[in-house]
């Protein structure tokens, strides 16, 4: 993965390609038959890409994740800040999710509460 990260860089820096045209090339890069890639990587930094942030810092959020990685860190402050909103609006829909799991189940009366007695 670094390897087309670095690629995509040159792409944009060095040829001055626009971010669209570079995920273009991208695209076709890894459809080519006698080319491997980490296919969910290269699609989350296409994501971010069209997020309008940077494709390696997609790449690296998701490897890091895959990997059990926690905490997202990059000199980028925007992709950061997007990380985080992403992460926060997760965690939102777990707590929505858990919140109707529960009141399902108090509904149908298998919740059960203990209460202590001092």
């Given at each position: ?16 390609f626009q971010p669209s045209d570079a ?42 994740n895959w990997l059990g990685g926690e ?48």
């Amino acid at each position: 993965m670094p390897c087309l990260c670095e690629f995509f860089w040159v792409l944009l820096r060095v040829y001055g390609f626009q971010p669209s045209d570079a995920a273009t090339a991208i695209r076709a890069l890894i459809a080519a038959a006698n080319v491997l890639v980490d296919r969910p990587a290269v699609e989350a930094g296409l994501s971010t890409l069209e997020a309008g942030r940077d494709f390696a810092d997609g790449v690296i959020a998701y490897e890091g994740n895959w990997l059990g990685g926690e905490t997202f860190v990059s000199f980028d402050k925007k992709a950061v800040a997007l990380r985080r909103r992403k992460v926060n609006q997760r965690d939102y829909c777990e707590k929505k999710m858990k919140a109707k799991k529960f009141e399902q189940q108090f509904h149908k009366g298998s919740v059960v509460t203990d209460s202590l007695d001092l």
